[in-house]
């Protein structure tokens, strides 16, 4: 991935040379930093226990965010993060009636493989 980051930053110093209207080289440095963090999942989690607590905060949002999964024997590491499994029409936020709306209208197996699916990309 670092090699991706450096591979655009310098695309964007060549795309620069040759035509400096088109200048993203800030841009693409701010970017890359920031996706550095992202895969930095020791950040990872802590950004992840922030968005659940301000999440249980307001009750009106009725999201449920995974628990990060930290031990004594696992922790959170720059390259591994675990979390809790939370079953995907919650995780939706669909109340029981919409979820059975759903499920009877795609089908229940589609609902799940939708919903499964959507998380196995993330």
Request: with cysteine; net charge negative.
């Amino acid at each position: 991935m670092a090699q991706d980051l450096d591979n655009i930053v310098y695309l964007a110093e060549s795309m620069y040379e040759q035509e400096p209207k088109f200048d993203f080289r800030g841009i693409l440095r701010e970017w890359c930093n920031e996706t550095q963090k992202e895969l930095d999942f020791v950040h990872e989690a802590q950004n992840t226990e922030a968005v659940r607590a301000n999440m249980q905060a307001d009750k009106s949002i009725g999201v449920d965010v995974p628990r990060v999964i930290a031990t004594n024997q696992i922790v959170p590491t720059r390259r591994v993060l675990m979390l809790e499994y939370v079953f995907p029409l919650a995780a939706l936020a669909l109340s029981l009636s919409t979820a059975f709306n759903y499920a009877s209208i795609l089908g229940l197996q589609l609902c799940v493989d939708t919903n499964t699916g959507t998380y196995a990309l993330c």
